[in-house]
């Protein structure tokens, strides 16, 4: 019996104290668009966590790449209207990062609801996720 609960135990205490792998995913999406001179700038955001880090002489290094798609009232897909890197390095691990986007919208688009979508692509881990969120183009 003792040759059975021993590493039954030892098992638990692995598993129980082993690093959990944190998933990658996009969270607290925000976009707004307000009206400027012939037209309007959308702002947008979200917070990514879950990314591989690469450690190097007690320096973290993470690497995210996103471009952005907006949905508009018909349905269409207007592809890649904004596109970025954000390269981060620290002393310490990096929790989680903001990406932030700013677009001109010209007056060409009509008033309405639309939808932005943010595609992140971890660098160093290989990963891809989306989020997307609602936002509307208002008349002055």
């Excluded at 001109?104 to 692509?121: A, E, F, K, W």
Aim: glycine share 6%; proline share 2%; charged share 30%.
């Amino acid at each position: 019996m003792k040759k059975i609960i021993l590493p039954l135990v030892l098992l638990i205490l692995t598993i129980g104290c082993s690093e959990k792998k944190e998933i990658f995913e996009l969270y607290s999406s925000e976009a707004f668009a307000f009206y400027v001179d012939e037209g309007w700038e959308l702002n947008a955001s979200c917070r990514v966590k879950g990314f591989v880090q690469k450690e190097i002489g007690g320096k973290y290094s993470a690497k995210l790449s996103y471009s952005v798609d907006i949905v508009d009232t018909d349905g269409k897909v207007i592809k890649n209207v904004d596109e970025g890197l954000v390269d981060e390095k620290a002393d310490e691990e990096i929790s989680d990062l903001p990406i932030n986007v700013q677009i001109q919208i010209d007056s060409s688009y009509s008033p309405g609801l639309y939808q932005i979508i943010i595609y992140v692509r971890d660098d160093f881990g290989n990963q891809n996720s989306s989020i997307q969120r609602e936002f509307e183009l208002e008349s002055e």
